[in-house]
C-alpha cells in the first residue's frame, strides 16, 4: 500500500486562504459593478435627497417653528433634519445591498464561489467593502446639496473627521445587517423590502421631531432604538455640540448590529440551499 | 479500504439523500477511473444534479461517503474544492461584467500573477470563440456563449475534475457540437469530466462509461456498447400504404409484430444486409409493394426505456 503511485495532489501551501487577497478581488467586482451601473447609485441616493427637499421646502417652515422658540423656522429645520437625512441614506445604499446580495444568489455565481477553494468570507466582505464606498459616495452627494440649501454645520475639521468616522461605523454596521437580509429573502423583491424598516425608522427617532413632541408610547420606543442616539451623535458632532451619553450608546448599539449582522450573514452563507 | 485506490477520481459509496419525505440517492455507488469521462443518464428528478451538488461540496449527503481524488467530501470539503471546476446546469457568471471580466476574477481568486492570468485568459476567450464577445457585458451573451464562458471560467484554476451538470440543455444543436468538442479537447489533456445528460446521444458521443440513474439508484452500468447490447433493440420499420398489404406481409414475416394504430411493422433484425435482403426478398415473393423502410439498430433511448420503464429495476452488472 505504501508503494502505490499517488496522482500528484496539490501540496499544502495551495490549500492556504488568502482572506484579504480575495475579499481585494470581491471588493473590485463590486466597485466595478457600481462604477458600471451608476444609475443604481443615482437611484438609491435620490430618495434621502428627495426627502431632504421635502421635509425642508414642504414641512420645514411649519416643523421648525415647532422645535425652537426663535423665529429660526425653515432654516433652522434644515440644521435639525440633516443627520436623519444622511441616516436615511446610508439605510437606502444597504437597501442596495441586500438587492445586490440576493441577485448574486439567484444569478448563480455564488455557488461557483462556494465550489472554490477561496476564503468564503470574501464573498461577502467584498459587497461590505462595496457597499461602504458607495454609502460615502451617496453621503457625499447629500451633503453637497444640504449645504446648497442652507445647511451650515458648525463643526471645525476635528468635528467633520469624528463624523466621517462615525457615519463610516454606522455604516458597516447597517451593510452587514444588510448582507443577512439579502441572503435570507429568497426573490430580489423580498430583498428590496426587507431592509426598509430601516428607512422608516429614522422617522420615528428624534430625527426628525424631537421625541417629546411624540405620545407617551411612541416617545418610549423612539428614545430607546437604535436610531435615536445615532442621529443625536452626527448632530452633536457636526454642530460642535456635547454628544453626552449618546455616544457612547450608538457605539454600543452599532457593535452589537454589525456582530449580529455577520454572524448570521456567516451561518446564512455556510448553509445548504437546495436547488 | 480507508482510501481509494490512488487512480481512482471519484468514487462513491452508499450515497444517499432525501428532502423530507421525498428519496432523491438511494444508496448511490459509483466510482471514476482519473482521466475518463463518466456520465450520469436520467430523467429530470432520477437525482443527477444533487450528486454532482453533493460532489462539489454544494450539498452534504445524509449517508453514505464520497471521495474525490482520494479527499473525504465530509473531512475534507477545501482540499475537494482545491481539485475540481464545476459547470452547473445554471449559468454561474457574472452578467454585470464582461466575458473578459468574469475570467479576470477567476484568474485573481485563483492568485495567478497578474501576467499569467492575463495571458490565460486571453487563450481560453480564444479557444472558446469568445475573442469578438470579450468587452460585452455578460448579459448581452445568447445560451451557448454563456455556456461556453461558464465552462471557460471553471478552466481558469486548471481543475483536475471536472463536474458537468447538464452542460447542453437548452442549447441549439450547433453550440452542443461545440460543447462536445470542448469536452474531448479537455479529457485529451488528461482530466476527469463527470457529466449529467438526460440526452443519450450526449452520453454515447462522450462518455467512456455511463451509469443509468432512475429514482436515485444505478440501475444499470457501463459502456455504451455494454449498455446496447442489455436491450434487444434492433429491427427493421416497413410501413404500408393500405391495411391489406399490411397483413400480407405480416403472415410473410412470421416474427413481426404490428406498430399500435399505424399501417407499420417491426420486424427483428440486427441491422445487417443479410437480414434485410431475407426480409426484403419474402415481400418481393409475395409481391408486396412496401411504402417505406427504416433501419434502427439499437439505441440509449432503447436501454433507458428498457431499464427505467418498469419502477424498480434490479441493477444490471456488465
Known amino acids: ?23 481585494a478581488t470581491m471588493s473590485r467586482r463590486n466597485l466595478r459593478h457600481m462604477l458600471r451601473y451608476p444609475s443604481t447609485t ?64 439567484t444569478e448563480g455565481i455564488i455557488d461557483r464561489f462556494r465550489t472554490m477553494h477561496i476564503a468564503r468570507v470574501s464573498v461577502l466582505t467584498g459587497h461590505v467593502v462595496g457597499s461602504v464606498i458607495q454609502a460615502f459616495l451617496s453621503l457625499a452627494i447629500v451633503m453637497g446639496v ?3 440649501i442652507g445647511f451650515r454645520p458648525g463643526a471645525g475639521l476635528g468635528g467633520w473627521l469624528a463624523t466621517t468616522g462615525f457615519l463610516a461605523v454606522v455604516t458597516f454596521a447597517l451593510v452587514w ?28 427617532s428624534s430625527g426628525f421631531v424631537p421625541t417629546d413632541s411624540m405620545p407617551a408610547g411612541l416617545r418610549w420606543f423612539a428614545e430607546y432604538q437604535p436610531f435615536t442616539p445615532i442621529i443625536e451623535t452626527s448632530r452633536g458632532l457636526l454642530m460642535d455640540q456635547p454628544v453626552g451619553h449618546h455616544g457612547w450608546v450608538a457605539l454600543g448599539w452599532c457593535a452589537l448590529i454589525a456582530l449580529g449582522g455577520y454572524l448570521w450573514s456567516r451561518r446564512l452563507f455556510g448553509r445548504e440551499h437546495p436547488s | 479500504m480507508a482510501t481509494a485506490p490512488p487512480e481512482t477520481a471519484i468514487s462513491v459509496t452508499g450515497l ?39 460532489l462539489s461540496t454544494l450539498a452534504a449527503s445524509d449517508g453514505g461517503s464520497a471521495r474525490v481524488r482520494g479527499h473525504d467530501l465530509a473531512s475534507e470539503p477545501d482540499a475537494v474544492r482545491a481539485a475540481i ?52 457585458p455578460a448579459s448581452t451573451y445568447s445560451g451557448g456563449m454563456r455556456r461556453r464562458l461558464d465552462l471557460a471560467m471553471t478552466l481558469v484554476g486548471d481543475p483536475q475534475v471536472i463536474f458537468l451538470d447538464e452542460p447542453t440543455t437548452g442549447l441549439d444543436p450547433r453550440s452542443r457540437r461545440a460543447m462536445w468538442r470542448i469536452v474531448r479537447e479537455l479529457v485529451s489533456t488528461g482530466v476527469t469530466v463527470f457529466l449529467t445528460t438526460q440526452y443519450l446521444e450526449e452520453a454515447d458521443e462522450l462518455a467512456d462509461r455511463i451509469g443509468v440513474l432512475h ?51 417491426r420486424v427483428p433484425s440486427d441491422g445487417g444486409l443479410r437480414s434485410l435482403r431475407a426480409v426484403l426478398s419474402r415481400l418481393d415473393d409475395r409481391s408486396i409493394e412496401v411504402e417505406e423502410l427504416s433501419v434502427r439498430t439499437p439505441d440509449l433511448d432503447d436501454v433507458f426505456l428498457a431499464l427505467t420503464g418498469q419502477p424498480g429495476a434490479e441493477k444490471v452488472s456488465t
Open chain 1, 1 to 23: 500500500m505504501g508503494t502505490a503511485p499517488s496522482l500528484p495532489g496539490p501540496a499544502p501551501a495551495a490549500l492556504r486562504f488568502h482572506p484579504l487577497r480575495d475579499s
Open chain 2, 215 to 265: 429514482h436515485g439508484r444505478l440501475v444499470a452500468e457501463g459502456t455504451a456498447e455494454e449498455l446496447k447490447r442489455l436491450v434487444p433493440g434492433g429491427h427493421v420499420l416497413l410501413r404500408f400504404a393500405d391495411p391489406t398489404s399490411l397483413e400480407d406481409a405480416e403472415r410473410a414475416l412470421d416474427t413481426s409484430s404490428r406498430e399500435n394504430g399505424t399501417l407499420a411493422l
Open chain 1, 42 to 105: 443615482l437611484v438609491l441616493v435620490g430618495m434621502p435627497i428627495v426627502f431632504l427637499l421635502l421635509f425642508v421646502y414642504v414641512f420645514g417652515g411649519a416643523l421648525g417653528a415647532g422645535i425652537s422658540e426663535g423665529p429660526g423656522g425653515r432654516s433652522e429645520y434644515v440644521t435639525y433634519v440633516v443627520p436623519a437625512i444622511l441616516l436615511m441614506t446610508i439605510a437606502s445604499t444597504v437597501q442596495g445591498t441586500a438587492i445586490s446580495i440576493a441577485m448574486d444568489l
Open chain 2, 85 to 136: 471546476g464545476v459547470t452547473g446546469q445554471f449559468s454561474a457568471v457574472d452578467s454585470l461584467l464582461t466575458g473578459e471580466e468574469n475570467l479576470l476574477l477567476m484568474a485573481d481568486l485563483h492568485h495567478w500573477p497578474r501576467r499569467d492570468g492575463r495571458r490565460r485568459v486571453a487563450e481560453l476567450l480564444r479557444r472558446f470563440d469568445l475573442v469578438d464577445a470579450a468587452r460585452r
Open chain 2, 16 to 54: 444517499r439523500k432525501s428532502f423530507g419525505e421525498h428519496v432523491v440517492l438511494d444508496g448511490l455507488d459509483l466510482t471514476v477511473p482519473a482521466g475518463t469521462v463518466y456520465s450520469l443518464l436520467g430523467a429530470n428528478g432520477a437525482g443527477k444534479s444533487t450528486t454532482v451538488r453533493i
Open chain 1, 177 to 204: 445587517l444588510s448582507v443577512a437580509l439579502g441572503q435570507v429573502s429568497r426573490s430580489v423583491e423580498t430583498a428590496s423590502n426587507l431592509p426598509m424598516p430601516l428607512i422608516l425608522l429614522p422617522f420615528l
Open chain 1, 146 to 148: 444640504a449645504l446648497l
